[in-house]
């Protein structure tokens, strides 16, 4: 069973930098195929894609975002982290890490996000 | 990539069927999720490849499309579909999504 938990602060002050831990089970980052994304959901219930790590240590970045975000894994010890500079209080949103699934179709890999984590709330706050 | 679903709110039956549509703004052939979000959960995949049904997820979800129009459709509508409903594409490295669509009761 494929299953990812979001840890991190709750609340972080404006300017201040975020660090989320996502720790997973029931697959390995090592195996190709495989990748970790970081989606955040605003109050207004908006879903936006943030980061993305795959099993070769490729990193992908939200185009708006990517100065701000860095994301990295530990495959020893199941875990990705993601920290997000410079925090706003228009940040302020719940944060989900999800699993990227491959699958090949006409020669080629694609991927999309078929588990999630239960996500953490961060209020950026003074 | 932008995507816009439509409508926002739709209003229906235990019964009914229900149609949600999603425009990309350029081609995404078949590089499209479709997610449920029941409120205070985490989404989850229904659907894949624009078309595929998730594994254990109920044959009255079912998707069409390609290119820059897609479907979700769902046939007889059962009160745990009561929900928000989100396209996604992956065509590119970090994908992005629809704004949602709620479904509520009639």
């Known amino acids: 069973q494929v299953t990812l938990r979001e840890s991190g602060p709750a609340l972080v002050k404006p300017t201040q930098t975020l660090t989320l831990t996502c720790s997973f089970s029931?697959?390995?980052?090592?195996?190709?195929?495989?990748?970790v994304t970081w989606i955040r959901q605003t109050p207004g219930k908006a879903l936006e894609s943030l980061a993305r790590i795959d099993w070769d240590d490729d990193k992908y970045y939200s185009p708006s975002l990517r100065t701000r975000l860095d994301i990295s894994k530990d495959t020893s010890k199941n875990q990705v982290l993601f920290t997000m500079t410079n925090m706003d209080p228009a940040d302020t949103a719940t944060y989900y890490c999800a699993r990227i699934r491959g699958y090949e179709k006409g020669g080629y890999n694609y991927y999309f996000v078929d588990v999630w984590g239960k996500g953490t709330t961060v209020t950026v706050s003074s | 990539i932008q995507l816009t679903q439509s409508p926002s709110t739709l209003s229906a039956s235990v019964g009914d069927r229900v149609t949600i549509t999603c425009r990309a703004s350029?081609?995404?052939?078949?590089?499209v999720a479709w997610y449920q979000q029941r409120p205070g959960k985490a989404p989850k995949v229904l659907i894949y490849d624009a078309s595929t049904l998730e594994s254990g997820v109920p044959s009255r979800f079912s998707g069409s499309g390609s290119g820059t129009e897609f479907v979700l459709t769902i046939t007889s509508l059962q009160p745990d579909d009561f929900a928000t409903y989100y396209c996604?594409?992956?065509?590119?490295?970090?994908?992005?999504f629809g704004q949602g669509t709620k479904v509520e009761v009639k």
């Open positions: 350029q081609s995404i052939l078949t590089w």
């Open positions: 029931g697959f390995s980052l090592t195996t190709r195929g495989m990748c």
């Open positions: 996604q594409q992956y065509n590119t490295y970090v994908g992005t």
